[in-house]
């Protein structure tokens, strides 16, 4: 889309760079791709491929006004300058590029910049403002960017009636093929019009070149045609009738040019004395569509022609039938008038080129679609009718907008339950937390910590492997403490000798078992002041969370008023800014009907000038065959004896 054209334009440039790999590569071969580390901006970029366009500006300009963007600055504002110049805002754009300036921005940034400027401005019919960015551009753009930068300098000279400029800038274009030919043959007009002998004479061998040009496709085929039909018209101008026909017969006959030229071929045969030829194209040209001027005039001059080469009756029966044709034609204008002024082709358009949800504001949406109504044809002109199609596109806009706003009035409904949910939630839970928090005696559960504390601190000191014994070696030390008092008993009895045996087995194993307690120690030791550890950070845990919940009991009710104080405040613009969306959808039907009557109009007219002259034709014949029979009785008269 040429949003997106716009903007990927702006941002491949050299000192910002490209906005991925996918637009390094197709704006600047060779150039490295520059690596999205800001999530936020990577948010922004996919709204932007994806043709989210107002997704993708909303969201950045969030993005932008929280610092969501960095390192990624300069991008993302020349990709917000982009868009906001697509969607015509030319000075919140102008103050944009204004900011890269004084920021130091590349030149071929700005350079790129203040083209797009210039030509969205051209587009606008603000032929000034957009000279005034052309003028700021310090160095030719680069690739065909430049073809394109003389384009409109030629066609701005053009505006302002400027030729010899506008042929100066045109003849110094070298470019591609395509755009070799779009600078010829707008070059071939701008020559022709200034008038002079030597001027029009190269501006037609131009326009010869480009009538005569292979046309590989549709658009050069058209451009062809185009150059043709000037170089026929320009012709008949001069008065040179047999370069007229044999320019307007390359003319393809359906093209969008074919009933120019087939209106002109005829007249350039009838100016060679040949009305037998001319009626030829004529005939034609008078079965299609009525609501094209060359087939208006193509059904009086068809009578005209039978006219001159003598068949007066059936020239009459032509023009009778012209004049029943416009009458028809007439009333069905007036059938298509009324049904606009009664709001059909505004809801038919809405209808058949509906807004599209994702992409929301589409700053070069074009209508294409046709509603169905009485005598479509008739609105067939205003498809190429650029006012026509910008009107259209506003009101596509403020239809976008005023679903907008209802649907963020809707989603402010639902925070405000959110936020009520949340209240409820609140008051709810803050006295059991409060009793939980309470059951927790943090004083004694520190005391605790701190003798745990010290007693690692003295059998580390004492190098005390017993202190870390486990429950299982504990139980056997005491096991091992209790027989050695069991042998303490009888010592001195019978039994002793016997037990000697038994002593020495005990003093093994507790031997043992110090042993392994001694080879553990450390290992133990760190495991115990990891714990301690774990326990430090358990109790500022702990206390962090007290503190957070003594926090919250005064400052969230406070943060839930001030969600509340802010949603009411985008309730009060949202509701204010309805009426003023609906106001202005309003006036833009208005406007879009008055401009589509006031089309239909001037076809009235034109068939009321058609008529006229129809019935001033017949009154010719008729007074001419009136002339011939008083002239026949008046000779008969004469004869008698």
Request: no cysteine; glycine share 8%; net charge neutral.
């Amino acid at each position: 889309m040429v949003l997106r054209a716009i903007a990927v334009a702006l941002l491949a440039s050299g000192g910002l760079g490209g906005i991925g790999a996918r637009t390094a590569v197709a704006a600047e071969p060779g150039a490295k791709p520059v690596i999205v580390s800001a999530p936020h901006y990577g948010d922004t970029l996919f709204n932007f491929y994806q043709d989210r366009f107002f997704g993708a500006i909303t969201g950045l300009m969030v993005s932008q006004h929280f610092g969501r963007v960095a390192p990624h600055a300069d991008e993302a504002e020349v990709l917000r300058g982009g868009m906001l110049l697509s969607y015509g805002l030319h000075e919140q754009a102008s103050e944009v590029f204004a900011r890269l300036i004084d920021r130091n921005a590349p030149a071929s940034v700005r350079d790129r910049a203040w083209f797009f400027l210039a030509r969205i401005r051209h587009q606008r019919g603000l032929l000034d403002e957009s000279q005034q960015a052309l003028d700021t551009i310090s160095a030719p753009l680069q690739g065909a960017l430049e073809e394109d930068h003389q384009l409109l300098r030629a066609q701005l000279l053009m505006a302002r009636q400027d030729y010899a400029g506008a042929a100066a800038v045109l003849d110094a274009i070298k470019g591609s093929p395509t755009a070799g030919l779009y600078a010829r043959f707008n070059l071939g007009v701008a020559l022709i019009k200034t008038g002079g002998p030597n001027e029009v004479e190269r501006g037609v061998k131009l326009l010869d070149e480009v009538g005569q040009a292979p046309g590989p496709n549709e658009e050069i085929r058209s451009l062809r045609d185009r150059a043709n039909v000037a170089l026929g018209f320009a012709a008949l101008q001069g008065q040179k009738p047999r370069e007229a026909r044999s320019a307007l017969q390359r003319v393809r006959l359906n093209g969008a040019q074919a009933n120019k030229a087939l209106l002109g071929y005829g007249w350039a045969a009838s100016e060679l004395a040949d009305p037998k030829l001319a009626l030829v194209p004529w005939l034609e040209l008078s079965t299609r569509n009525i609501t094209d001027a060359a087939v208006l005039e193509a059904h009086i001059a068809v009578p005209y022609a039978m006219a001159e080469i003598g068949s007066y009756s059936g020239a009459l029966d032509r023009y009778q039938a012209a004049v029943d044709v416009f009458q028809r034609e007439k009333q069905g204008l007036d059938e298509s008038i009324a049904a606009i002024r009664a709001g059909k082709l505004v809801k038919g358009l809405l209808s058949q080129n509906p807004v599209e949800a994702d992409v929301g504001l589409d700053a070069f949406a074009r209508m294409d679609q046709l509603p169905e109504m009485p005598h479509t044809a008739h609105l067939v002109p205003l498809l190429a009718d650029n006012p026509f199609q910008e009107t259209f596109k506003h009101l596509r806009d403020l239809q976008f907008l005023h679903g907008n706003l209802l649907q963020w009035q809707g989603n402010l409904g639902t925070f405000t339950d959110m936020l009520d949910t949340r209240k409820v939630a609140f008051a709810t839970r803050l006295p059991q937390v409060r009793a939980q928090a309470g059951a927790v005696d943090m004083a004694a559960l520190q005391t605790r910590r701190d003798g745990l504390a010290a007693d690692l601190k003295q059998a580390e000191e004492a190098t005390d492997a017993v202190v870390f014994a486990n429950p299982k070696e504990r139980e056997l030390l005491g096991r091992i403490e209790g027989a050695r008092a069991t042998l303490a008993r009888v010592q001195g009895t019978p039994e002793a000798a016997e037990l000697a045996d038994v002593a020495e087995r005990l003093r093994r194993a507790q031997g043992a078992l110090t042993w392994q307690l001694q080879q553990q120690f450390s290992e133990r030791s760190w495991a115990a002041r990891k714990a301690l550890r774990d326990t430090d950070q358990g109790l500022v845990a702990a206390r962090a969370r007290d503190a957070a919940l003594l926090k919250a009991q005064t400052e969230e009710p406070a943060r839930h008023e001030r969600f509340a104080t802010r949603i009411a405040e985008l309730s009060t613009r949202l509701q204010g800014l309805q009426p003023r969306v609906a106001a202005l959808d309003q006036e833009t039907q208005v406007a879009l009907q008055d401009i589509a009557v006031a089309e239909l109009e001037n076809q009235k007219q034109r068939l009321d000038l058609y008529a006229a002259q129809a019935r001033l034709a017949i009154a010719q014949i008729l007074d001419r065959a009136q002339l011939a029979q008083r002239s026949d009785v008046g000779a008969a008269s004469g004869a008698k004896p």
